[in-house]
């Protein structure tokens, strides 16, 4: 008879960090992103934008008098991340598209598949889960706003024709990045929202759709029957427009701002809406039992 | 010891799913049998940490394991139903469960669990194309990948047919040669009998009988046992079994033969046999709880 040994050593062996963990997700949801044609389709769009700017930009170099979109920093705002028409903002919309194709299956589909067990069994809580959920997320939906107002950038001060210092080329650059980081977070955090609800990728995706253009349809209904300003704190393009449009110092025309207030109160909306949305979700994955 | 489960309970809201558990597992196989509903699953996501206990304490490998990562590490889980991302081929599967227990070089983890389960051949496939057997060899090889120290399988026979059980069953033996200490729950006697001596018996919740399994099987011999197999010819197959004569009722329900055995030890031998004679292609074998519910019952009133 064969005697097996039976006792068990502690384990010696090293384990990566917390944050090596976190990134596993990131890199898996991410890998799954760039697989699917439907986000490259609409990240090509993104930079489409970018590349009918730079061949408007080339032409109007070529002028003596230099049309004020060319100048300051109002390409970036109104050109690129606030262009669109009737408070429509045409990269709120591409947004709101990738978030619903890719966001929205992010926590539906892990339910779907009963794979959350897999995940919760092993070394990570439910904070990382969430974490890298909603850093996968946020960092694709940056590919479609950074990465393009990053291109932007670049050729504008390789190529552009306004005399920056340092620090102001500097300053736009900050700008651009925290004008995407508040198109983003707010959208990652309410589509992960809506996952969470449902095992349905499609349903999640429909509840999402439906939230954003119901606010920008209240939005207009309500601007249009009070005449009053107010109504445009309810549209999620108005908000992010108008908080993205403040991160710009004002150099060159300064334009017509979004909204008539500060940014106090669109701040206060988006950053509720943000972090009760990823409470929300973390309340729910606290019981797998119950999500099952 | 492994896990020390003091009073240990759990409720669904008002539903409780385990009740005053007070259990002790020491390093080896243990199996933990019960019928469906009974706690099992319960007990088992509680000893991972995937659960929080309602009331009681409970100790694995001597930590708390309710949000405990540092212990997570050293546990494999292998869960009762799939969870996988079917689009995914497995070894991409096990190589990203690997990394995300916090493998360093997930892709060797990956293919050394792989290797030890006997997946390598279809490694490289979509785990939408693979046979149940081969999911269950994926769920172990996820379980494995990180080398934990104990393993927590969750009715991981069910619904394999005999030659990928006899597969499995080996390897998970194998698993425990290797110093691993398992822990492994089931509805069926005859599962974990073939794996381990050592039983905990689990009905609505309570532990009512631990101990050496032979004790449990004197009292499970005494009533009928049903048997139900999937196949093909079903008929033919019946009817070879049924010539033996340790089979004492036959019936034929959802596409599927039912058969009453007094004696399991000799039909389960013999069943192998049987098919290949009929020419039967056996899809599934399952043991329904109507056996186990009456050794249950009599368990449950001494």
Redesign the interface.
Known sequence: M?V????????T????S?W??IR??V??ELVQAFSNLWLLLLLILAFMIVSGWLIILFFAATQQVLPPFAIGNRLYRDGFYNLGVANLFFFSMILMLLAATMGASLIA?DRR?????????????RL?YLAGKFLALSAFLLTATFGPGLLLWLVVTGMGPERLTFGQRLGDLGAIALHSLILVLPVSAMVLAFSSFTRRTYVAAILWVTFFFASWIFSTVLQGTLKEDWPKLISWMSLAAHLGDLCYPVRGLSGKRVLDCGWVEPFSILGSVTVLSLLLVWRRLRS??ALE | MIVRAERLNKWYGRVIALNEVTLSIGPGITGLLGPNGAGKTSFLRIVIGLMRESGGEIRVLGERPWNNPGLAVRIGYCPEHDGFYEWMTGREFVAALARIRGVRDGRAAAREAIEAVRLSEVADRRIATYSRGMRQRLKLAQAVAHRPEFLVLDEPLTGCDPIVRQELIALIRGLAAEGKSVLVSSHVLHEIEALTRTIAVVHRGRLVAEGEVSEIRALIDRHPHTVKVRTDRPRELAARLASDGDVVEIRFEDGAVWLRTPRPDAFYAKLPAAALEAGAAVEEISSPDDNLEAVFRYLTEA
């Open positions: 064969a097996h040994d039976q006792s068990y050593a502690a384990w062996g090293a384990y990566t917390r090596a963990r596993a997700i890199g898996m589909r598949h009963n794979a959350l067990v897999m995940y919760f069994s092993r070394a990570i809580t990382d797998v039992e």
